[in-house]
């Protein structure tokens, strides 16, 4: 079954982003950082921010384009919020919407959790400031929301062509915002990978408990709709 498979796949990402983040603290660690910051897998990420170097404008681009996740949460914010005054009690909700908020704040727990046990520090000072890099807090949310989008589209918009243009947008928007961080060269390599394999692993485990909440709801609520529409 699909929700079992996603389960799985995101419970192996989620355990390769913390073999990850184990390995980035004992493999090749050098103070090669900002002011002496020791650096795991050194030899590669500098290897690559030479490689790519330093560019603020794409920095900054990436950086204001990521109100657009942020956008994307606050309407989906407002949609729960409508159904919750219109039905008149949290139950009413669309299990997926519930399900939606709690995994956003998932997402914003981990990102407060490693600025606040710094594992990298960036590799260049951010207005004369030595910044936790890792994970990448904007690739994070990039690939942590911009797939809800997608799966949300899929599920309560029936127009063929809309949701073709909302896989196109959120494809190519995800692939240019992972560049982008990746070439700015505010990150390390290894933070960009280890938000891919955390926002990845997170995005599959909560597509697999909406669809594990679609089987529990069409067995007590047999004819309705996913999304309580007869």
């Not at 020791?38 to 921010?49: D, E, S």
């Not at 919020?81 to 914003?108: A, M």
């Not at 949701?163 to 692939?175: E, G, H, L």
Request: proline share 3%.
């Amino acid at each position: 079954m699909k929700e079992k498979r996603d389960l799985l796949n995101g419970g192996g990402l989620i355990g390769a982003f913390a073999l990850w983040t184990v390995m980035i603290q004992c493999i090749d660690v050098q103070a090669v950082g900002q002011n002496g910051t020791r650096i795991g897998f050194a030899a590669f990420n500098v290897w690559f921010h030479q490689l790519t170097g330093v560019h603020m404008t794409i920095y900054t681009i990436t950086d204001w384009l990521g109100l657009v996740p942020i956008f994307i949460c606050l309407c989906f914010g407002m949609l729960g919020f409508v159904q919750l005054i219109r039905r008149k009690s949290l139950l009413r909700v669309d299990p997926d919407i519930i399900l939606l908020g709690i995994y956003y704040v998932l997402v914003i727990f981990g990102y407060l959790f490693f600025e606040m046990v710094p594992i990298n520090y960036r590799p260049i000072l951010i207005e004369g400031h030595l910044e936790a890099s890792y994970p990448s807090s904007t690739t994070l949310l990039v690939l942590s929301v911009m797939p809800t989008l997608q799966f949300q589209v899929d599920r309560r918009v029936e127009n063929s062509q809309i949701r073709r243009v909302t896989a196109v947008f959120v494809i190519a928007f995800s692939i240019f915002m992972v560049i982008g961080r990746l070439i700015s060269g505010v990150h390390w390599a290894s933070d960009i990978v280890g938000s891919i394999l955390l926002s990845t692993g997170l995005f599959f485990l909560y597509r697999s408990s909406v669809l594990l909440a679609d089987g529990k709801r069409a067995k007590q609520h047999p004819g309705e709709s996913v999304n309580g529409v007869q």
